[in-house]
């Protein structure tokens, strides 16, 4: 053991564990998005160039030397939004606060999308979380009102002219409505959704933003996070997932305050 301490240097062991934690926080940002199957195709076409080493066969090494001579480039385009998103992640500070999500708050925007969808009224809420999303309210106008569900659903009335964009919300408050939000674009995306569900989508690739989404067409409410839409089938699923994702605060976060209270 002692050999073992002797061999080691200290900054060893604190190389192994900053890598270690950088790729565990890699693993949890591409983790349910399309970038998992695109690192697989990576990987996989590295494996083909080494058998084709190994076997000597030229033309295909030829092939894949040009393609994986390119390699930074193709993973900077390949994975744009997983690097942004990571970048955001690294520049949080154990100190940023997180925005509470109290369980009336919950309720307003649970109520609000239940009206809203039996009403056959598209929606679009928007929860800010950590990371700001300052650049999309300044694009929608601006409230800063208390977080009702009166409001929320006046919003998206179809006489009002706040109705088209998103509204974002957050501790409490509603910042803003009529928000242009970035659309996905994850060629995978179901074809049944238009550009209000690609808009929650697209924003929930780049920030940790959980979207509320209601479908004036199907009814249907659904939940997007992390680049992930799950449609909730009722009441309960809605209420379970919200409060899991704000309220128990389950489920993958991927700032440094999360990665030492996970443990
Ligand atoms: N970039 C965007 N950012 C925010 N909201 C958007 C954006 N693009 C479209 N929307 C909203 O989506 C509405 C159009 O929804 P569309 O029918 O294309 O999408 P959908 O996903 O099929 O939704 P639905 O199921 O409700 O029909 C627009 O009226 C607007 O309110």
């Not at 240097?9 to 949890?28: E, G, H, K, M």
């Not at 994986?68 to 994975?79: A, E, K, Q, R």
Request: aromatic share 8%.
């Amino acid at each position: 053991m002692m050999d073992l301490f002797n061999y080691y240097r200290w900054q060893d062991i604190v190389d192994i564990l900053v890598v270690a934690f950088v790729i565990n926080q890699l693993i949890s940002i591409i983790r349910g998005t399309r970038s998992v199957q695109m690192a697989l195709g990576l990987i996989i076409l590295s494996i083909v160039y080494s058998l084709a080493k190994v076997l000597d066969l030229s033309t295909l090494m030829w092939l894949l030397q040009n393609f994986l001579s390119s390699i930074l480039l193709i993973v900077i385009i390949v994975f744009q939004q997983d690097i942004r998103r990571a970048l955001t992640q690294v520049g949080k500070t154990p100190f940023q606060k997180d925005m509470d999500f109290a369980d009336k708050d919950l309720d307003e925007i649970i109520r609000s999308v239940q009206y809203l969808a039996k009403r056959r009224i598209g929606a679009l809420i928007v929860i800010e979380r950590e990371t700001g999303l300052r650049d999309f309210v300044e694009s929608g106008i601006e409230l800063d009102a208390r977080l009702t569900r009166e409001l929320l659903i006046s919003i998206f009335m179809p006489v009002s002219p706040l109705h088209d964009g998103g509204v974002i919300v957050g501790n409490g408050r509603i910042l803003t409505a009529g928000c242009i939000l970035p659309l996905s674009q994850n060629p995978f995306i179901n074809k049944r959704y238009g550009t209000r569900h690609r808009a929650a989508i697209g924003l929930s690739e780049e920030t940790d933003a959980v979207i509320v989404v209601v479908s004036e067409e199907t009814q249907e409410i659904s939940i997007v996070k992390n680049g992930v839409l799950t449609t909730q089938p009722d009441e309960i699923n809605l209420i379970n997932s919200l409060r899991a994702i704000f309220i128990e605060k389950e489920g993958p976060s991927h700032s440094w305050k999360s990665w030492f209270s996970k443990k």
